[in-house]
Each structure stands twice: as structure tokens, then as C-alpha cells.
């Protein structure tokens, strides 16, 4: 492989790794209430339930 292709290669891949590590550091959790946080559980639940039920 020509060495530009290697450039190309390696350009690529280090835009794909430091996109990836600038998601993650901008990434912030989202403050939930507690009823918003109970929501989410049942909501879960009743999904595990439910793929259980039907698998």
C-alpha cells in the first residue's frame, strides 16, 4: 500500500477516536425528579417483562 494510502488511513481513523472522546466530555447526565426516575423503572420493567414474555 502507497504511503498516502497509510496517511489516509491513519487520518481516519484518528478523526473517528477523537470524535468519540469529544461526545464523551461533552456528555452531561440528565437531572431527573423522582417521579421522572420511577417512570423509568416501571417503564423498563413492564419492556423486560414483556420481551420475557415474548421470547
Same mark, same amino acid.
Given at each position: 500500500?502507497?504511503?498516502?494510502?497509510? /496517511?489516509?488511513?491513519?487520518?481516519?481513523?484518528?478523526?473517528?477516536?477523537?470524535?468519540?472522546? *469529544?461526545?464523551?466530555?461533552? &456528555?452531561?447526565?440528565?437531572? /431527573?425528579?423522582?417521579?421522572?426516575?420511577?417512570?423509568?423503572?416501571?417503564?423498563?420493567?413492564? *419492556?423486560?417483562?414483556?420481551? &420475557?414474555?415474548?421470547?
Amino acid at each position: 500500500m502507497p504511503w498516502y494510502a497509510w /496517511l489516509i488511513l491513519v487520518v481516519a481513523i484518528g478523526s473517528i477516536i477523537g470524535g468519540l472522546m *469529544m461526545l464523551r466530555d461533552t &456528555a452531561k447526565k440528565v437531572p /431527573l425528579t423522582d417521579d421522572q426516575l420511577k417512570r423509568v423503572h416501571a417503564r423498563n420493567a413492564e *419492556m423486560d417483562a414483556k420481551d &420475557a414474555r415474548d421470547n
